[in-house]
């Protein structure tokens, strides 16, 4: 299942929607760069020091802040800020849209979920980091 996610989206035109806690996979985390760079518009939505401390132990692949700057990183190379900016858009889950819900507290987000151009949808249990893809072989169902 992980390599359907990565192919929607490597193969994605226009979209790539998301929400999870923790983003992390390289080879993921590379993907949409790659699409934010060809001009599809990615959008991501993250939990806010949700759970830094296990993120950051080995094989984990990193907390979201440090996925952040892995992704402007990967991209600035091939555009400009402005470009990226409207490629490539980062926020944190706020329960009122306004302040950023930080840690794993309620009204927290742990959901799970990516649209790819409007037509390929995926849902479930797993985060799009390397506990979830690597390690515990969560659910995902496209």
């Known amino acids: 299942?992980?390599?359907a996610l990565l192919r929607s989206v490597q193969?994605?035109?226009?979209?790539?929607h998301?929400?999870?806690?923790?983003?992390?996979?390289?080879k993921f985390m590379q993907a949409l760069?790659?699409?934010?760079?060809?001009?599809?518009?990615?959008?991501?939505?993250?939990s806010k020091d949700f759970t830094d401390d296990l993120q950051d132990?080995?094989?984990r692949g990193g907390n979201n802040y440090q996925t952040?700057?892995?992704l402007h990183k990967a991209i600035r190379p091939?555009?400009?800020?402005?470009?990226?900016?409207?490629s490539l858009q980062i926020r944190w889950f706020g329960y009122d849209g306004q302040r950023p819900v930080e840690g794993p507290k309620s009204p927290a987000s742990h959901a799970k979920f990516m649209i790819v151009d409007g037509k390929v949808?995926?849902?479930?249990?797993a985060d799009m980091d390397n506990q979830s893809w690597v390690n515990s072989r969560e659910i995902m169902s496209p």
Do not use: W
Request: aromatic share 4%; with cysteine; glycine share 4%.
């Open 1 to 3: 299942m992980t390599d």
């Open 18 to 26: 998301i929400l999870t806690p923790n983003l992390n996979v390289t």
């Open 33 to 46: 760069a790659t699409a934010a760079a060809r001009g599809v518009k990615v959008r991501v939505v993250l």
């Open 57 to 59: 132990l080995p094989t």
């Open 78 to 86: 091939h555009m400009s800020p402005r470009q990226i900016c409207e």
């Open 11 to 16: 193969n994605a035109r226009q979209t790539v």
């Open 68 to 70: 952040i700057r892995r």
């Open 121 to 125: 949808v995926y849902f479930g249990s």
